[in-house]
Nanobody
Framework: VQLQASGGGLVQAGGSLRLSCAAS????????MAWFRQSHAKEREFVAA????????YYADSVKGRFTISRDTGKNTVYLQMDKLQPEDTATYYC????????????????WGQGTQVTVSS
């Protein structure tokens, strides 16, 4: 399985970006797709996740109400709509796939995209 992330960039505080992550191969309904982020000198942290089959979503408290995760099963793609971006959202964002189900720990995820940089200026 390969995950190809895209959509990062530079945006001013209060702005929006939409990240995409296209997965090769089949994604089973039991899988969970997630976004994590990692900024300088920090550990990779959970941002949002979605159950592939039923579409239920989960968010970190820091992004709840500002970010929206969604998926297009026909395109085998997961999205992260990021609104009201703040400088503290600056990080490299990674999409990941967990074949075993939901987890908020990056160590539980099987496949990773290459990361896309998001920079929010104040």
């Amino acid at each position: 399985v390969q995950l190809q992330a895209s959509g990062g960039g530079l945006v001013q505080a209060g702005g929006s970006l939409r990240l995409s992550c296209a997965a090769s191969g089949r994604t089973f309904s039991s899988a969970v797709m997630a976004w994590f982020r990692q900024s300088h000198a920090k550990e990779r942290e959970f941002v949002a996740a979605i159950r592939w089959g039923v579409g239920r979503t989960y968010y970190a408290d820091s992004v709840k109400g500002r970010f929206t995760i969604s998926r297009d099963t026909g395109k085998n793609t997961v999205y992260l709509q990021m609104d009201k971006l703040q400088p503290e959202d600056t990080a490299t964002y990674y999409c990941a796939k967990n074949r075993g189900g939901l987890s908020f720990s990056s160590t539980e995820y099987d496949d990773w995209g290459q990361g896309t940089q998001v920079t929010v200026s104040s």
